[in-house]
C-alpha cells in the first residue's frame, strides 16, 4: 500500500513540477528577415521588384486597403537589374497614383519598377538589392519557349458547379511541344473598364492566390481546355483550389507562362502552403526555398508569357 502511494504521489509531483514554467515570448527577439520578390517577363514594362521585411511579431492584423498582407515595406533600397546583353536598369521607387495593370502594386509598399529594361526569351537576367551595408543577389533565366494559347473560352462547369449558379468558368486550348518536360504557370487578369469594375477586381484579388502551377507530363499534344483556377479561402478559414468564377460581361486577359524548374517548385512550394484541409499541421508551415544570396527570403524569376485577351 505504503508503495503505492509513493508512487502516485511521484507522479503528482512530476506532473506539478513539469507545467507551471512560465516562458517570455519576446517578439522582438527575433531578427526579421528582407524578403525580396521580383519578376522579369517579355510583356511590356515596367517590370517589378518588392523588398520588404517579414513581421517578427505574433499577430494577423491587416491595415484596411493595404494589400493583401502586414509586410513592412523597405523604400529606401538600391535596386538594379541587368541583362547578360550589357543592359543595366535601376529601378524607381513606384508612385503612389502608379495602380497600373495591377491595384495592389502601391506606392510606399516597397515596390520598384524597371524604367528601361526589355524582357526577352532564351537570355539571363542578374538581381541585385542594396539595403543599407546588406547586398542581395540573384539570377533569373527566361525559357526561350512559351506555347500560344489559341482561344480561351468562358462555360459552365457542371462538375465544379453542378448548380450553374457560380458563373463561368475559363479554358484555354493551346499546342503542347512533345519530348521535353516543360512547366507552365496560368493565371488571368479581370480588364476593368470603368471605376466600379476595378474596385470589384481589386477586392476580388485580396483574397485569393492567382496562381496555378503545372508541368505537361499528362498533356496532350493539343490540351482542348486547360482551365483557370485559384485558390479561395472559405469563411471558416480554410483554403481551396478551384475555378475562378467570371460574371457575365467580364473580360480578361489569361496568361500561360513558361518557367524553369527552380521557379516552379517555389512556386508549387508556396502553392501547398496556401491550400490546407483545416489542419494545422497539414502542410507543415514554412518558407520556400527561393534564390536570393545573402540571407534574404524570396524568389527572382523570368517568365517567357503567351496571352490571350477575351471579350465577350
Given at each position: 500500500m505504503n ?14 513540477t513539469g ?290 485577351v477575351y471579350?465577350?
Amino acid at each position: 500500500m505504503n508503495r503505492r502511494f509513493y508512487y502516485l504521489m511521484g507522479i503528482l509531483f512530476l506532473l506539478a513540477t513539469g507545467c507551471t514554467k512560465d516562458f517570455d515570448i519576446d517578439p522582438g527577439e527575433a531578427a526579421p528577415q528582407y524578403v525580396i520578390e521580383g519578376k522579369i517577363s517579355n510583356m511590356r514594362g515596367p517590370h517589378y521588384v518588392r523588398v520588404t521585411k517579414a513581421a517578427n511579431r505574433l499577430g494577423t492584423d491587416m491595415p484596411p486597403l493595404s494589400g493583401v498582407d502586414n509586410a513592412e515595406a523597405i523604400t529606401g533600397a538600391l535596386v538594379i537589374i541587368r541583362d547578360d546583353m550589357g543592359m543595366t536598369d535601376t529601378l524607381r521607387p513606384v508612385p503612389q497614383s502608379n495602380r497600373r495593370y495591377n491595384p495592389l502594386y502601391m506606392g510606399d509598399r516597397g515596390y520598384y519598377g524597371t524604367t528601361r529594361l526589355t524582357g526577352i526569351p532564351g537570355h539571363t537576367y542578374y538581381l541585385q538589392v542594396h539595403i543599407g551595408s546588406k547586398v542581395f543577389q540573384a539570377s533569373a533565366y527566361m525559357p526561350a519557349t512559351a506555347p500560344v494559347i489559341d482561344s480561351v473560352v468562358l462555360k459552365k462547369d457542371p462538375v465544379a458547379d453542378p448548380s450553374g449558379q457560380r458563373g463561368d468558368a475559363a479554358f484555354a486550348y493551346f499546342k503542347e511541344p512533345r519530348d521535353e518536360l516543360n512547366y507552365y504557370l496560368l493565371q488571368h487578369n479581370i480588364i476593368a473598364d470603368s471605376a466600379f469594375e476595378a474596385a470589384r477586381v481589386y477586392f476580388s484579388y485580396t483574397s485569393v492566390f492567382p496562381l496555378y502551377v503545372f508541368d505537361d507530363k499528362t498533356l496532350s499534344p493539343y490540351v482542348e481546355g486547360m482551365q483557370l483556377r485559384t485558390i479561395f479561402a472559405d469563411n471558416f478559414g480554410n483554403n481551396r483550389m478551384e475555378p475562378y468564377w467570371f460574371t457575365p460581361g467580364d473580360s480578361l486577359q489569361v496568361r500561360l507562362s513558361s518557367l524553369t524548374r527552380n521557379t516552379y517548385d517555389y512556386l508549387k512550394a508556396l502553392e501547398k502552403q496556401f491550400l490546407d484541409d483545416g489542419n494545422v499541421y497539414r502542410p507543415t508551415p514554412a518558407s520556400p526555398t527561393g534564390n536570393i544570396s545573402g540571407g534574404a527570403l524570396g524568389l527572382f524569376w523570368a517568365a517567357n508569357v503567351s496571352h490571350k485577351v477575351y471579350r465577350p
